[in-house]
């Protein structure tokens, strides 16, 4: 169980944004959730043997509902077993099956740091928690850090889906905002130009010490279906949304169907600089647009 698993210890304020009307959650409901989570929590400890972690978050086309046990459903379930077979070798499939208005298109990709197994552990993950968290939906994402699994009833393969976006950010400001959004900046531009090079497979990383002491780490990665045109699109509406939801945070996430971007005061992709891991008290976003 990863620290990044679960948020349970912060039960981190949810902040829910509907197209751009920021809406707060009453106090209540913030504590109710909090207990929600301890509860669920507490379940999970004592079912060790099922355990399966907490995705960063998910999402359930309420517009593509179909009922379970149908043809749809069952294409859905054939999709997902081929992609946790299929995906931890090579860290990205795409893949089709059924025939017709029951065909299922399919989408599983690891970032492009991680290992085999930790791909691995995280599709079956996703493959689990997608079904039980969107059962009646043909349309489904899933995001977690290591992996992203997508499914929907027409075809989604190549095109840039910047339409539902997931934002993390630390708490947490920076002290020199002015410095330190310079040298995000640069960062960014490099690993985004290193991102839409063929061999690196829509992976870009790297680092940048900002003081003897402070080192600022940041990966972005698109889908490999994505044209090195549209993953360079994908990643510029991604870091256009910085001065939103991560403006001199000291650390931030952006997850699209289409692209990840995420930076952080602390090491945390592969292979990882030391053992050291900063603090994360996040805050979630959720943004339909
Ligand atoms: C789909 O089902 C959900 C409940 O599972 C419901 O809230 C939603 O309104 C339905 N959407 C449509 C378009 O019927
Ligand atoms: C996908 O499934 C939904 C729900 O059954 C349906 O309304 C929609 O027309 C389907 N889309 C395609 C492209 O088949
Ligand atoms: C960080 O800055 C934002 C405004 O940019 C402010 O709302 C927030 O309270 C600050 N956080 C801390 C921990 O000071
Ligand atoms: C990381 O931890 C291992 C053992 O847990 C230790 O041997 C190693 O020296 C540590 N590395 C750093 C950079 O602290």
Not at 165 to 172: A, H, L, T, W
Request: proline share 4%; net charge positive; hydrophobic share 35%.
């Amino acid at each position: 169980m990863s620290a990044e698993g679960f948020h349970i210890p912060l039960c981190p304020t949810f902040i829910l944004l509907h197209k751009k009307h920021l809406t707060l959650r009453k106090f209540a409901s913030k504590i109710m959730h909090c207990l929600y989570k301890i509860i669920i929590f507490l379940l999970f400890l004592c079912t060790q043997g099922a355990k399966s972690e907490d995705p960063l978050g998910e999402f359930c086309n309420q517009n593509t509902n179909i009922s379970t046990g149908g043809k749809l459903s069952a294409n859905i379930d054939k999709i997902l077993a081929e992609l946790a077979l299929k995906t931890p070798s090579t860290g990205f499939v795409t893949t089709t099956y059924g025939k017709n208005q029951d065909q299922v298109y399919g989408l599983a990709q690891c970032r492009g740091d991680v290992s085999t197994e930790d791909c691995s552990i995280c599709i079956q993950d996703a493959t689990k928690q997608i079904r039980q968290r969107c059962p009646n939906q043909a349309d489904a994402r899933i995001w977690y850090d290591y992996c992203f699994l997508r499914y929907a009833n027409k075809s989604f393969f190549g095109e840039v889906d910047t339409t539902f976006g997931i934002f993390y950010f630390n708490v947490e400001n920076v002290s020199d905002p002015g410095s330190f959004n310079k040298e995000l900046g640069a960062l960014m531009d490099h690993i985004r130009a290193q991102a839409v090079m063929p061999k690196e497979e829509g992976l870009g990383k790297g680092k940048s010490m900002l003081s003897p002491f402070v080192t600022l780490y940041a990966l972005v990665q698109c889908t490999r279906d994505l044209s090195e045109i549209n993953c360079a699109q994908c990643l510029a509406i991604a870091v256009n949304n910085f001065p939103t939801f991560c403006n001199s945070r000291k650390g931030c996430r952006v997850l699209y169907s289409s692209c990840y971007v995420r930076y952080e005061l602390y090491p945390f992709f592969f292979p990882l600089d030391s053992n050291h891991t900063g603090s994360s008290n996040t805050v979630r976003v959720v943004v339909y647009t």
